[in-house]
């Protein structure tokens, strides 16, 4: 299965890559992530718990290439196997829009069935990928919002009140 997103960084492209590979620093946010980090040779492990009892461990290793805009990393081990690719491209000095391709496939036979059938994996990934690009967000004069993101109970976006002369 393929997910993608596209997500912006407060931060310059030189010091995306730190920015989103430093797990300590959201990693308890992560919903439904048992364990996330970063191992001594470089590597990023994680072991997920999804609603239908499936538990997903992976340990991702980073590909070398000579593009230093993008990144590619694929499964060293655990029961998914992965293929991604994140790429960096520089909105303005201190602005990165960041995408991030996956590719995934469960290695159990019957739980890759159950996810075709109810595409939680997907659900999952894509809950997980809204997480990072809310956590990362912050106004950025001149970037739109992301429309999909929640907001607040009132029903107004984060920083905006009620239009004046209104009650709300």
């Not at 997500?7 to 992530?33: I, Q, S």
């Not at 997920?48 to 997903?56: C, D, H, K, S």
């Not at 912050?138 to 107004?156: E, S, W, Y």
Request: charged share 20%; proline share 9%; aromatic share 12%.
């Amino acid at each position: 299965m393929w997910v993608q997103k596209t997500f912006h960084l407060p931060v310059p492209e030189e010091a995306a890559w730190d920015k989103l590979a430093d797990l300590r620093a959201y990693r308890y946010g992560l919903p439904g992530v048992e364990a996330a980090a970063m191992t001594g040779a470089g590597q990023a492990y994680l072991r997920f718990r999804l609603p239908w009892g499936f538990r997903g461990c992976m340990e991702l290793a980073q590909v070398p290439g000579e593009n230093p805009r993008q990144r590619v990393f694929r499964t060293a081990a655990g029961n998914v196997d992965a293929v991604g690719l994140v790429e960096f491209f520089p909105v303005r000095p201190d602005v990165t829009e960041v995408v991030l391709t996956l590719n995934y496939s469960i290695g159990s036979l019957w739980f890759r069935m159950m996810d075709r059938v109810a595409g939680s994996v997907d659900r999952f990934l894509n809950e997980q990928l809204t997480f990072l690009e809310a956590y990362f967000a912050r106004p950025i004069r001149g970037v739109r919002a992301n429309r999909f993101l929640p907001h607040p109970i009132n029903g107004h976006p984060p920083g905006e009140g009620p239009p004046r002369g209104s009650e709300a």
